[in-house]
């Protein structure tokens, strides 16, 4: 562990969630985001990643499911119940898995939808401005209807539109889905500028754990709704397990398999 | 309790697709029809034909259109003019000569005819887009009977239907013309539970549920489409000439308006999505609600001296059927069907209740 | 042929399209929101007639204040509508929306004339009845007035969707889970939605009740509108003016000649083939979305 504050910004303990009153998708998963952090959350697909972001935004109810159990405490303030608008007003945002852009808005619009309503014109301005200086590709394209704009182009405005939240902290599903290794690259660092320059902490999703483990400081791994190891990315990218099953490491092996199933049983 | 079963339990694939899978439902339904039969000696003359009668004509109709929307889930808002197009058909042929009981099998080919037009438009569009088109289409129909003096009747846009008589028996009497009304609902309703477990009705489940996901499984949606739309509309034909035959006796264009289609449609809907009971329910409350609110005030304007308008008071019960259309939509969207579900698990399995499935 | 009498058809009919095209932006309005199609849109017209002449006849207000008066009541009414109504339907299937909206018609046309009765009232906007003549052709002065005033609603409208609060009812009509995300209230948004089309129902219903008299027939411009609405692609506020228009020529000019033949009464026939063959032929409308069909 690190020598973060005590009490970091956010911390999930024990969340459960169900979809549909029935299905069971995330069960018993604790993380903590300290503070002006850089947190990635990797998994298979279906492990629950997305869910456990949506339990953080409140987007779960767009979805039909539910936090049936645990605690999501944000700031010191227990946010479970509150509305996905509330949430983004104390600064939490969630930018959503494959580009969700409003289409039919151009460039310039999707980032002014996404301004507080009580931000005064002039703040409104700036904070274009600051939008643009971290996506400079933006900027050329702010006049154009962003269902026109490429992949790369709809995934940073993605981005963009959430900063203009003035969040505390990101979350970002699978930023790099659909890009060419290039783009996934540029948009990393500039999440790592964000995370810098505006001490925004980010939790970031990711199947790319490679490049994810070199942006973060820490990692969670979840499998099946539970997360079954914690710990420094170096750490991680040197684990053997994480190797072998998630960075596409030497052939598999059965031993190597049993040996994980038991570590596994043990984490949960 | 009544049930006296605890949970339902079958150890046969033949058991399992019987009618009636609990042994007690089907004594309820046969001490229902001997009652049904009983009736005009049992209740008074006035509520014989003035609610029982036209309570089972209009579940007749309502059942098909429940196979349409419930079964198929395909919109239908011109419902009221395929019936229409049965009454008149009916009242023509009968008028011309027919023996009424040709007149009636007339009727549900010609509604069968025109509403196979409609399927046309659920062939290409669905959802929201054949709701309007059904509706354009109803008033098209509307049109053409007001329009159209030959059907319309001429300057009065009335007709005279012809005295009822099946099989060269003369039927006038009350309770005679409750046994026909009787007699076509026992029939529509025998169809339709059979259709419940017919190779057909699953194959129009699969069509409501994803149309290109059946077709992918390998039901041909458009026919079964086609046969929906044609058997419901067949339904609505003779329902529509029953109602004229045996209980309205003259027809008149605005029988069948929008506002009618609107209504059975309420009773499907307030009945429940493909519960047949449910229709029977939803229609009962359909018919009675504007009757019973209209007493309601009535009563309360004499009992409290309250000074309302004539104009109010005639307009009040039509507020209050929209309340109701509303009230069921917010309180049970799945219909009055759904409560008698519900009673019906609770009490097999009581007391019991861990053993409900 | 004649070509006065052609042009004189046309002119009419464009205006009066214009008044339909009114009544047919509200549909487009919520429809675009929440994709709620709103079959109560005759109703709401009917209602908002009845409200300025309860403030005007009942509480004595002079015209120019009654109007305003009864907007703001309706701006609640819409709120309320979607509130208690709609929203807690969101996610049912298609049938049980427009069931609900039939039901919401039924209970307004209902109470409206449970308090006010059935027999036909003046709309006394104090245009004077003159005919005016615009070269040869003939024209009514109320007919004209409601045109601007379409027109204007219309050019407000487009303003409004270039503000902040219109750039967000933009966004919640183009992704609900998205506006979530970034904080868009989409309750509030579509509720806004309903109050503007309440509000716009006023309007039209001033100059319908001008035009025919306030009573229950208000109600019946439901299939017009309807009809506009999807001819112009029911998510397109241009679309509903084009259409309008268009409907609004077609009308006027085919029973113009037609009436004569098969003794009245053809308007209705041509606004229901419009829209039969509008659904059959391009179901996304003149200026929709093609993806609108999918709903
Ligand atoms: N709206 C939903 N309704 C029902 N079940 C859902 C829903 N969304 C997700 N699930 C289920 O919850 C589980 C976790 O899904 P989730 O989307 O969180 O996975 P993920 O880790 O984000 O996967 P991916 O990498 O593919 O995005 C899956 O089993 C999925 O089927
Ligand atoms: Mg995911």
């Known amino acids: 562990m690190t020598t973060a504050s005590a009490e970091p910004l956010l911390s999930l303990r024990n969340v459960e969630v169900v979809y549909d009153n029935v299905s069971l998708a995330v069960s018993g998963v604790s993380l903590d985001v300290p503070e002006g952090q850089l947190i990635a959350l990797l998994g298979a697909n279906g492990a629950g990643k997305s869910t456990t972001l949506r339990s953080i935004s409140g987007l779960l109810q767009a979805a039909r499911g539910k936090v049936t159990r645990g605690e999501i405490r944000y700031a010191g303030q227990l946010v479970n119940t509150l509305s996905p608008q509330d949430r983004v007003k104390l600064g939490i945002v969630q930018v959503l898995e494959g580009r969700h852009v409003f289409e039919q808005l151009t460039t310039n619009e999707n980032l002014e939808a996404a301004c507080p309503v009580e931000m005064s014109r002039a703040e409104m301005r700036s904070a274009l401005d600051r939008a643009y200086t971290f996506f400079p590709r933006l900027a050329e394209r702010r006049n154009a209807t962003s269902g026109y704009l490429s992949g790369g182009e709809q995934q940073m405005l993605a981005i963009a539109r959430a900063l203009m939240t003035r969040p505390r902290m990101l979350m970002l599903d699978e930023p790099s889905l659909g890009l060419s290794p290039m783009l996934t690259t540029e948009i990393f660092s500039i999440i790592r500028r964000i995370n810098r320059e505006e001490g925004i902490s980010v939790l970031l999703v990711e199947q790319n754990a490679f490049a994810a483990l070199d942006l973060v400081s820490h990692g969670y791994l979840i499998e099946s709704g539970r997360v079954v190891m914690h710990d420094t990315a170096t750490a991680m990218k040197n684990n053997p397990d994480i190797q072998e099953f998630y960075l596409g490491g030497h052939g598999v092996n059965f031993r190597d398999i049993k040996h994980y199933r038991r570590r596994k049983r043990w984490l949960t | ?357 | 042929m004649d070509w006065i009498l052609f042009l004189e058809l046309a002119a009419n009919g464009a205006v009066t399209g214009l008044l339909y095209a009114m009544v047919a932006i509200s549909i487009v309005l919520i429809f675009k929101s929440s994709a709620v199609p709103n079959l109560a849109q005759g109703a709401l017209v009917m209602v908002g007639a009845y409200a300025v002449l309860a403030f005007s006849d009942w509480l004595g207000l002079p015209m120019w204040l009654a109007i305003p008066a009864a907007m703001v009541f309706m701006f609640g009414l819409g709120i309320g509508i979607e509130r208690h109504a709609l929203r807690r339907l969101a996610g049912q299937p298609i049938i049980m929306i427009l069931m609900m909206t039939l039901g919401l018609d039924i209970f307004l046309r209902g109470i409206t004339l449970a308090a006010f009765g059935g027999s036909a009232r003046r709309m006394d906007l104090g245009i004077s009845d003159d005919p005016l003549f615009v070269g040869q052709i003939l024209m009514s002065r109320v007919h004209l007035t409601g045109a601007a005033v379409a027109l204007m609603v219309f050019a407000a409208l487009v303003l409004f969707f270039r503000t902040r609060r219109g750039i967000r009812l933009r966004a919640i009509s183009n992704d609900y889970v998205a506006s979530w995300s970034v904080g868009i209230g989409v309750e509030q948004g579509v509720a806004l939605s309903w109050a503007l089309a309440a509000v716009i129902s006023t309007i039209a219903g001033v100059f319908w009740g001008a035009v025919q008299g306030v009573d229950q027939s208000l109600s019946l411009l439901l299939l017009k509108s309807l009809t506009v609405a999807v001819l112009g692609g029911l998510d397109s506020l241009p679309g509903a003016i084009v259409a309008g228009i268009l409907l609004g020529v077609l009308e006027s000019v085919v029973s113009g000649y037609l009436d004569p033949l098969v003794g009245g009464g053809s308007r209705e026939l041509v606004v229901a083939v419009t829209l039969i063959l509008t659904v059959l032929i391009r179901p996304h409308g003149l200026f929709g979305d093609r993806s609108v069909e999918r709903i």
């Open chain 2, 1 to 357: 309790m009544f049930y006296r079963l605890s949970g339902v339990r079958h150890f046969s694939y033949t058991g399992d697709r019987s009618l009636y899978r609990i042994p007690f439902e089907r004594n309820a339904a046969l001490a229902l029809l001997a009652a049904a039969i009983l009736a005009p000696w049992i209740i008074g003359e006035l509520t014989l034909t003035s609610l029982v009668q036209p309570w089972l004509i209009w579940t007749s109709a309502a059942l098909g259109l429940n196979l349409v929307v419930g079964w198929a889930g395909q919109l239908h808002l011109g419902y009221a003019a395929v019936m229409g197009v049965g009454a008149y058909a009916g009242t023509h042929a009968a008028r011309s000569g027919v023996p009424w009981e040709i007149a009636i099998v007339l009727a549900g080919f010609a509604s069968m005819v025109i509403g196979s037009v409609f399927s046309i438009a659920a062939l290409r569009v669905k959802g929201l887009y054949l709701a309007l088109t059904t509706l354009a289409m109803q008033f098209v129909i509307d049109w053409s009977i007001v329009h159209l003096s030959v059907v319309s009747g001429g300057a009065l846009a009335s007709l005279r239907a012809p005295d009822m008589s099946l099989l060269g028996f003369e039927i006038n009497g009350t309770a005679g013309l409750y046994y026909v009304a009787l007699a076509w609902c026992v029939l529509v309703t025998i169809f339709m539970m059979n259709l419940r477990r017919s190779a057909l009705g699953r194959a129009l489940m699969a069509v409501r549920e994803k149309d290109y996901a059946a077709e992918i499984i390998g039901v041909r949606s458009f026919v079964f489409k086609l046969v929906a739309f044609a058997a419901s509309s067949f339904i609505a034909g003779v329902s529509g000439a029953v109602l004229i035959a045996t209980y309205y006796h003259i027809v008149t264009p605005d029988q069948f308006s929008t506002q009618v289609s609107i209504q059975v449609l309420a009773m499907v809907i307030v009945g429940g999505l493909g519960s047949i009971i449910g229709t029977y329910l939803g229609t009962a409350l359909i018919l009675i609600m504007p009757g019973l609110v209209a007493a309601l005030f009535h009563g309360a304007t004499e009992l409290f001296d309250l000074r309302i308008g004539v104009e109010t008071l005639a307009h009040l019960p039509n507020a209050a059927y929209g309340a109701l259309i509303m009230g069921c939509l917010l309180w049970e969207p799945l219909g009055l069907g759904r409560l008698y579900h519900n009673m019906r698990s609770y009490l097999i399995a009581w007391p019991f209740g861990y053993l409900k499935k």
